[in-house]
């Protein structure tokens, strides 16, 4: 790709930013770090108390890219056929003849929004799982390819709240970042106020189209990493296994005294290699929104929290102590030796 056309797609990147900011005030990390999971070819999931505008922040998203959107709202008596699509009889009306017709659902889609996806059963939540990982649907034993580029971005609910139902660890796993948005500041609550209770209304402008999109993707994975830093990635998410879950032989007193003491004694499954290949891409990917072509360490903190706390499962005693994987990642980043590389 010429020089000229990387710069014009790192412009229209930034203008996506810019453009999101008519429509949602504040919460700039979690638009980038849903602008990184797009770029890095993954799926996202948004969780946050009701009303946070995590619908809203999705949707205006898919309003800046010039693709297709579909939006799905989940609820308890969602069916899978209601996701994935469905077979119809048709008749031919020259022949007579009567066959099935395979009817496209809404997973059929560049951009999902699967709207409080935990307040659907576990049988329907499964429905996405083959169209997460595979990018394709099976169907009476026809493969069906979905579009590309192809994006799952889910919101949730906190699990705690009633009428939940917490995804499976299998699936949690399929997302590339788990996003928390959290309560806006005084003066952007301020603000927010402001621009929804006037007569103002911003239209968004698509700014990246379906080829933007892919050309971005193939410029991610050209980033550059060092040795140093690959290593660092892969210790973060080796650190987050409790010892009798690693792969090493070694299961010595030496070995125990160097693992994390929040991992040792607050978790009880820890992070697959997954994490480490989401650590170096989604670190890639906020390289290249810097307009930079080699991730830093600071790449890689980032976005390890996103990346790691919804493939980390902590045992009882740290729920009984209100410990949540984000206790363990803070321990963790602060706990793993840093690279001697020189970026920073």
């Known amino acids: 790709m010429q020089e000229q056309q990387i710069t014009i797609l790192l412009d229209k990147l930034t203008k996506v930013s810019d453009e999101i900011a008519k429509a949602i005030v504040g919460q700039q990390e979690v638009i980038d ?46 069916m899978p056929s209601d996701i994935v699509g469905t077979e119809i009889l048709e008749t031919d009306h020259e022949s007579g003849e009567r066959f099935f017709k395979f009817q496209k659902g809404p997973v059929f889609t560049n951009i999902l929004l699967a709207d409080e996806i935990n307040r659907t059963p576990p049988k329907t939540q499964a429905a996405l799982l083959e169209a997460m990982q595979e990018r394709h649907i099976s169907y009476a ?15 949730q609910n906190p699990v705690e709240q009633a009428g939940t139902y917490p995804l499976p660890e299998a699936q ?133 929290p996103a990346v790691l706390r919804h493939r980390i499962l902590v045992n009882f005693q740290a729920e009984a102590l209100n410990l949540t994987p984000d206790h363990v990642i803070d321990d963790l980043l602060a706990f793993v030796s840093l690279p001697t590389s020189p970026l920073q």
């Open 141 to 155: 034993g026809t493969s069906y390819d979905l579009p590309n580029p192809f994006f799952v971005l889910a919101t």
């Open 172 to 304: 949690l796993d399929r997302f590339l970042m788990f996003v928390r948005v959290g309560y806006p500041t005084e003066q952007e609550e301020i603000e927010i106020l402001k621009r929804t209770t006037g007569n103002d209304r911003s239209e968004l402008n698509a700014i990246l189209s379906a080829d933007d999109i892919l050309a971005l993707q193939d410029l991610v994975r050209s980033v550059t990493v060092s040795d140093e830093l690959l290593a660092y990635a892969a210790s973060l998410a080796r650190a987050t296994r409790p010892n009798h879950l690693d792969g090493s032989k070694e299961k010595n007193t030496t070995q125990k005294q160097e693992s994390c003491p929040s991992v040792i004694e607050h978790v009880r499954w820890g992070a697959g290699p997954r994490a480490g290949q989401a650590l170096i891409l989604c670190a890639k990917a906020r390289a290249l929104m810097a307009g930079r072509f080699a991730i830093t360490i600071a790449d890689i903190q980032f976005v390890a």
């Open 33 to 78: 770090e849903l602008l990184i999971s797009i770029l890095a070819g993954g799926h996202c999931l948004l969780e946050g108390v009701p009303g946070l505008a995590k619908t809203l922040m999705v949707s205006s998203l898919a309003k800046t890219l010039a693709l297709d959107f579909n939006r799905i709202q989940f609820t308890p008596d969602l």
